[in-house]
Every structure is written in structure tokens, then in C-alpha cells.
T-cell receptor, first 120, second 118 residues
Framework: DTGVSQNPRHKITKRGQNVTFRCDPI?????LYWYRQTLGQGPEFLTY????????KSRLLSDRFSAERPKGSFSTLEIQRTEQGDSAMYLC??????????????????FGPGTRLTVT | AQKVTQAQTEISVVEKEDVTLDCVYE???????LFWYKQPPSGELVFLIR??????QNEISGRYSWNFQKSTSSFNFTITASQVVDSAVYFC???????????????FGKGTLLTVNP
């Protein structure tokens, strides 16, 4: 059973450039989450999907950020016109929803290794 | 608003000592879930345990144990006979319910850096 994977693992970009990250969740998980973690802090929620529907976006997610999960499988997070303040670890997690029939242990979120973004 | 407080920023122990990591939470929900995650130097968050608000039984898993007390809104984590491999940042987290009543996003504390010295 493969876990959550994220690509790339590291990204260095210049201010003003656009970047895109990809997350592949655990295959049977229908929920997918994006979090951001800055140095010395816990992860902060950005957005989440149930299947292909994006159900909530945090106020942290400015207009420069967009996330998609077009077929309810992998997801992408794009940051346009990056700023130095965007430098952080971007974490993806997946879980089952409680409505998933016959499944135990909903809500447990399993995280990928993260994409570390450095904006110079 | 949900809030998770991990008052201990850093703890340093010598191998084989027991260590307890504190977690205090705030929520107005009656149904909620609490979690502990481990983040080793490699950076990946590793799920350790989930607890729901209706189950106050303490849990033990090998050298790990968890003490959940609703009366004090605490969910503390104890490592018995610590080992160097336990060195990591440990996060406590609380799940929040959406308008539909389903728990979803996690609110994390700031984490406790545990260093176990040989």
C-alpha cells in the first residue's frame, strides 16, 4: 500500500514566478487536504476536497493560490506570482470520509513528505 | 474557535527516561477528535493516534501511552523508556466539524521538540 506522495520535494523559485505542486493521495481515500507549515509552527489548513469538490478554503489561501482535484484522484496546488512570504513546506494529506460505506477509521489524515518551497 | 496549546516548546531527556508531552485544547464542539503526530527530522508527519471525544479510556501502544481527560481538556502523551529514535517534533491536533457535522480539518499546536540523548 503506497502512502501519500508529493512532487516535487523541493522547489526554489524567484519572486514573481508561478509554481505548481502535485499530490497523489492514498488510492482509496476520497478526502484530500492541503496544509502549509512554516518554521517552528504546526501545519495550517489551506483547503480540502471530497472527491473532486473543493469544500472549503482557508482565509490563508489568497487569490494567488488555486487548488484542483479534477478527477477526484491527484490534486495540484498552484501559486501565482510567488512572494517571499510563500516560502514554506506545503503538505498534502488524505483520509476517508465517514460516509464511506463499510470503512473504519475515518478522519485519520495521512500526510505526504511535503514540498518545500523557497522563494528568493 | 478551536485552539490547541502545547506549552512545552522543547524537552531534552536522556535515553531510558520517561517523558510526557502536554496538550491542552479548546473547543465548543461536543463531538471532536484529537490526534498526535510525530515529525522526525526527515519532515514527514507520522500519524500516531486518534481519540474521539466520547472515549476517555487511556490507551497504550508499546512504549507510548495517552491520557485523555475531558475535565481538564487535556490529551497528554507519554513515552516510556525513551530512545534516541524518538527524537522528533510531536504535534497534538484537534479536528473541527464543518457545517454538515462532519469532522474534517485539523488544528495543530505549535509542537514540542523532543531530543533524546544517548
Amino acid at each position: 500500500d503506497t502512502g501519500v506522495s508529493q512532487n516535487p520535494r523541493h522547489k526554489i523559485t524567484k519572486r514573481g514566478q508561478n509554481v505548481t505542486f502535485r499530490c497523489d493521495p492514498i488510492s482509496e481515500h476520497n478526502r484530500l487536504y492541503w496544509y502549509r507549515q512554516t518554521l517552528g509552527q504546526g501545519p495550517e489548513f489551506l483547503t480540502y476536497f471530497q472527491n473532486e469538490a473543493q469544500l472549503e478554503k482557508s482565509r490563508l489561501l489568497s487569490d494567488r493560490f488555486s487548488a484542483e482535484r479534477p478527477k477526484g484522484s491527484f490534486s495540484t496546488l498552484e501559486i501565482q506570482r510567488t512572494e517571499q512570504g510563500d516560502s514554506a513546506m506545503y503538505l498534502c494529506a488524505s483520509s476517508l470520509s465517514p460516509q464511506t460505506s463499510g470503512r473504519a477509521r475515518p478522519y485519520e489524515q495521512y500526510f505526504g513528505p511535503g514540498t518545500r518551497l523557497t522563494v528568493t | 474557535a478551536q485552539k490547541v496549546t502545547q506549552a512545552q516548546t522543547e524537552i531534552s531527556v536522556v535515553e531510558k527516561e520517561d517523558v510526557t508531552l502536554d496538550c491542552v485544547y479548546e473547543t465548543r464542539d461536543t463531538t471532536y477528535y484529537l490526534f498526535w503526530y510525530k515529525q522526525p527530522p526527515s519532515g514527514e508527519l507520522v500519524f500516531l493516534i486518534r481519540r474521539n471525544s466520547f472515549d476517555e479510556q487511556n490507551e497504550i501502544s508499546g512504549r507510548y501511552s495517552w491520557n485523555f481527560q475531558k475535565s481538564t481538556s487535556s490529551f497528554n502523551f507519554t513515552i516510556t523508556a525513551s530512545q534516541v529514535v524518538d527524537s522528533a517534533v510531536y504535534f497534538c491536533a484537534l479536528s473541527e466539524r464543518n457545517s454538515g457535522g462532519s469532522n474534517y480539518k485539523l488544528t495543530f499546536g505549535k509542537g514540542t521538540l523532543l531530543t533524546v540523548n544517548p
